[in-house]
């Protein structure tokens, strides 16, 4: 797993398909889970930092992260797994944390609950096939959709 960026195309296509899909705003940072499954097939899947998670939002929907300065009271920040969405990796650009304090900190806590976040994203899939889903989830049969029509037209 490593924090990583969407292409901006591709991410704003996404959003245009799904608008539950976040907007990438200066690149927004998001987590590389590598190989979940989906649908009885592996795919790789990105979790997106989230800095405003509502209060009411179920605590296996989401890994907490310290807040930002941006967290409003009493919402959360941490990676959203409602907002979980496919990717492919000719789309993942690196996210710079270098100079970034509240990005290297939350890379250090990921590291240290690798295994537990991979649990909870299985799970929310789990779910999510079964049909158990908010509907403010993001509909990844349609993005899984979009990426394989992306690769025929890249083919043809």
């Known amino acids: 797993m490593r924090i990583i960026t969407i ?30 499954r989906y649908n009885g097939r ?10 405003n998670i509502p209060p009411a939002e179920q605590k296996d929907n989401y890994f907490a992260l310290p807040p930002r300065h ?12 409602c907002k979980i969405f496919p990717i492919r990796k ?3 650009q690196k996210f710079y944390i ?5 990005m290297q ?22 779910k999510y096939s079964l049909g158990l889903r908010s509907p403010y989830a993001t509909n990844i049969d349609l993005l899984l959709q979009y990426l394989e029509d992306l690769e025929q037209e890249k083919v043809a």
């Open 7 to 36: 292409d901006k195309n591709v991410a704003d296509a996404m959003h245009q398909l799904d608008s539950e899909v976040l907007l990438n705003k200066q690149g927004r940072p998001c987590l590389l889970v590598l190989k979940l």
């Open 42 to 51: 592996k795919q790789d899947f990105a979790v997106p930092f989230r800095s």
């Open 70 to 81: 941006t967290t409003r009271p009493r919402h959360r920040h941490g990676l959203h797994f």
């Open 90 to 92: 000719k789309y993942i």
């Open 98 to 102: 270098d100079n970034n304090p509240g």
């Open 105 to 126: 900190r939350a890379e250090k806590i990921i590291q240290k609950n690798e295994k537990q976040i991979i649990n909870q994203a299985q799970a929310y899939l789990d």
